[in-house]
Nanobody, 124 residues
Framework: QAQLVESGGGLVQAGGSLRLSCTLSGRALGDYAMGWFRQAPGKGREVVSAVGLSGGFTRYADSVAGRFSISRDDAKNTVYLQMNSLKPEDTAVYYC?????????????????WGQGTQVTVSS
């Protein structure tokens, strides 16, 4: 059964950068579209970015477009989220998710596998 594990979160000052990683075990990453979602305190889960099979299509939330970049390395079974120019409003728990044979939808309900999250805190 598939398991997703996120890493790379932490505390960073505004304007700084972090690179999140999410590794899939038990399955081949190449069979899945991958998404990054986040949930801030008191708010619902929202999409950050998504990438389709083989990186054929990418999506970004308006709030992160131009600052974040999603990429995947199927050989390493890992998807990444490079986060630059971080803002305090980016503070959240970040989750990766996998959708079998997906296109990289922004709908969280479409993703069948979820990681347990990694905390990103951006200080002012």
């Amino acid at each position: 059964q598939a398991q997703l594990v996120e890493s790379g979160g932490g505390l960073v000052q505004a304007g700084g950068s972090l690179r999140l990683s999410c590794t899939l075990s038990g399955r081949a990453l190449g069979d899945y579209a991958m998404g990054w979602f986040r949930q801030a305190p008191g708010k619902g889960r929202e999409v950050v970015s998504a990438v389709g099979l083989s990186g054929g299509f990418t999506r970004y939330a308006d709030s992160v477009a131009g600052r974040f970049s999603i990429s995947r390395d199927d050989a390493k079974n890992t998807v990444y989220l490079q986060m630059n120019s971080l803002k305090p409003e980016d503070t959240a728990v970040y989750y990766c998710a996998a959708e079998f044979n997906g296109y990289g939808t922004t709908a969280a309900s479409s993703y069948g596998y979820w990681g347990q999250g990694t905390q990103v805190t951006v200080s002012s």
